[in-house]
């Protein structure tokens, strides 16, 4: 398949990656940052696309070679002409102490993290590590998505992570966010 990848958008390449995908019979989850540039409108950018499947390297091979991408590493595939690069972090999917997550939003043949787990995703890296940007990429996400800010907040209380969520609540609240 040729694609002109120069200047291709993030989501239009989650999508055509995920339907090649969807062609293979291969389920795949897009998550992490690329979720953030998308539900962000690209506030944020990431420069990778993480997706979570159970498909093995020997499976995957074949289809990002039909998409042009060679791999770079074991679990890293990069093509020459595209500035972003994909990478398959082992499964399952888990945010947090929280897993498998098993329901997903779909943006034609991309199925990615919802917004509120995306929103979960970022702060976890916030609670465990205060990554800072992993922190406002999360108030990206809630600013420009609709997200069940009840289920973060008691995520976030089974996640030991309480002061941290009042934080980022208040950061929300100064946005004319609700909780």
């Known amino acids: 398949m040729k694609i002109d990848l120069c200047n291709i958008d993030i989501k239009d390449l989650a999508i055509i990656v995920s339907s090649e995908f969807e062609k293979?019979?291969?389920?795949?989850?897009l998550v992490g940052g690329a979720c953030v540039s998308i539900y962000s409108y690209n506030e944020y950018l990431s420069m990778d696309l993480n997706y979570v499947t159970y498909a093995t390297i020997k499976e995957l091979k074949p289809v990002m070679s039909?998409?042009?991408?060679?791999?770079?590493?074991?679990?890293?595939?990069?093509?020459?002409?595209?500035?972003?690069?994909?990478?398959?972090?082992?499964?399952?999917?888990?945010?947090g102490y929280e897993f498998p997550i098993n329901r997903f939003h779909r943006i034609k043949s991309l199925k990615i993290l919802t917004p509120t787990d995306s929103v979960k995703d970022r702060l976890a890296a916030y609670y465990n590590w205060n990554d800072q940007q992993s922190l406002d990429q999360a108030l990206m996400i809630v600013r420009k998505q609709e997200v069940n800010l009840k289920e973060v907040k008691e995520w976030s209380e089974g996640?030991?992570?309480?002061?941290?969520?009042n934080r980022?609540?208040?950061l929300l609240t100064k946005t004319n966010k609700k909780i």
């Open 168 to 170: 980022f609540k208040s």
């Open 66 to 95: 039909n998409l042009g991408f060679f791999q770079k590493s074991s679990r890293h595939f990069e093509h020459q002409e595209c500035r972003f690069f994909i990478e398959f972090p082992p499964p399952p999917i888990a945010i």
């Open 24 to 29: 293979n019979n291969i389920s795949a989850v």
């Open 159 to 165: 996640e030991q992570s309480l002061e941290k969520f």
